[in-house]
């Protein structure tokens, strides 16, 4: 494997579910995010991790948890979401850590639909 | 706090044809400037970067972009659309030393006929 990867691609789930969403950047990066794409409304950044760290959390509910285990890996634990919480979820990496910029790569996404 | 907007929600041109997508900031001094593309099922694909140096940038798939400070702009173009090229591109803005934040605009729909 190669790049961003993220799993699953698709997933629907009910509002009383518990679920994760699953993301493995093999770029040797640093830093890890967690995006949210809704229809029609630009990218919202969630989360940034740099070197294990959270470093960003932009005012996301308490119903999104990440979670980053070591520099490769990266989760988003779903409690009780609703459904305007259904989005494009996107997973992304970079090299540089807090203080350096570097362009950041892109997974393919995980459809959710939450009912 | 800065900004991007793309005033044309949808475009759409014909093969071979050029192309110009609109990409506008706000921001107090020089940021980072990205474009990135976006195919149906896809993550986004960088498809170049301005940080500094020569206004007009060279990217992938022939496309490139220039960057006008006194427009507060960044158009991407391209001299001749491929089929392949229908996609949605979005602009983005990053804060110089800043590892973090990417600010991106709502996007463009292009649409490629035949």
């Known amino acids: 494997e190669t790049g961003v990867t993220q799993t699953p691609r698709h997933l629907v789930m009910g509002m009383t579910n518990k679920k994760s969403l699953k993301c493995e950047q093999h770029l040797g990066h640093n830093a890890m995010y967690w995006y949210k794409q809704s229809a029609k409304k630009p990218l919202e950044l969630m989360f940034v991790?740099?070197?294990?760290?959270?470093?960003e959390n932009n005012s996301v509910p308490s119903r999104f948890s990440p979670e980053c285990p070591n520099s490769s890996h990266l989760f988003l634990h779903l409690h009780t979401l609703q459904p305007e919480d259904s989005a494009l979820y996107l997973c992304?990496?970079?090299?540089?850590?807090?203080?350096?910029?570097?362009?950041?790569?892109f997974g393919p996404g995980t459809r959710l639909t939450v009912l | 706090a800065q900004s991007v907007t793309q005033p044309d929600i949808h475009i759409t041109v014909s093969e071979g044809a050029s192309l110009e997508l609109r990409c506008n900031y706000s921001y107090g001094a020089t940021p980072y400037l990205f474009w990135y593309v976006q195919s149906p099922g896809q993550g986004l694909q960088l498809l170049l970067k301005?940080?500094?140096?020569?206004?007009l940038v060279q990217g992938i798939k022939g496309f490139e972009a220039e960057f006008k400070r006194s427009q507060s702009s960044f158009n991407l173009r391209k001299p001749s659309v491929h089929w392949s090229d229908a996609a949605e591109y979005f602009c983005?803005?990053?804060?110089?030393?800043?590892?973090?934040?990417?600010?991106f605009g709502s996007g463009t729909q292009l649409t490629v006929l035949p």
């Open positions: 301005y940080f500094s140096g020569d206004t």
């Open positions: 992304a990496s970079s090299r540089g850590g807090a203080g350096s910029y570097n362009e950041q790569f």
């Open positions: 991790y740099s070197l294990e760290e959270r470093v």
């Open positions: 983005a803005v990053g804060e110089p030393g800043s590892a973090r934040q990417l600010t």
